[in-house]
């Protein structure tokens, strides 16, 4: 299932132990076993799941991994500017959050 990190009522670190701006900086999910996985292993277990784990299979290759972590990091940091989103800054000024 999915949460909605920006409803009025949602708040992260009380209840998971992550922040608003923790949330909005990288994806990040909960296993069925509570276990808490985050960046481009999100995608590799979803797609599992789903039965297209063979769509994210060659990003668990030795070095090609970490190169697309390195992208993902990339993605991360800039999607909002590229998708004409406010900055996470304001989105977090606009929640009433700490930026830290």
């Known amino acids: 299932s999915f949460i909605d990190i920006n409803t ?3 708040y992260l670190d009380l209840k998971y ?3 608003y701006k923790q949330a909005m900086e990288r994806i990040h999910a909960f296993k069925s076993d509570g276990s808490l996985i985050k ?3 999100v995608f590799q277990e979803a ?3 789903i ?3 063979w769509i994210y ?3 668990k290759l030795p070095i090609f991994d970490k190169f697309i972590e390195f992208i993902y990091g990339i ?3 800039y999607r909002l500017k590229l998708t004409f989103r406010p900055s996470i800054e304001k989105l977090c000024t606009e929640k009433g959050c700490e930026l830290s």
């Open 17 to 19: 132990g992550i922040t």
């Open 39 to 41: 960046d481009i292993k």
């Open 51 to 53: 039965g297209l784990g």
């Open 8 to 10: 009025s009522d949602f």
């Open 47 to 49: 797609y599992t799941l």
């Open 75 to 77: 993605w991360a940091k």
């Open 57 to 59: 299979a060659p990003t």
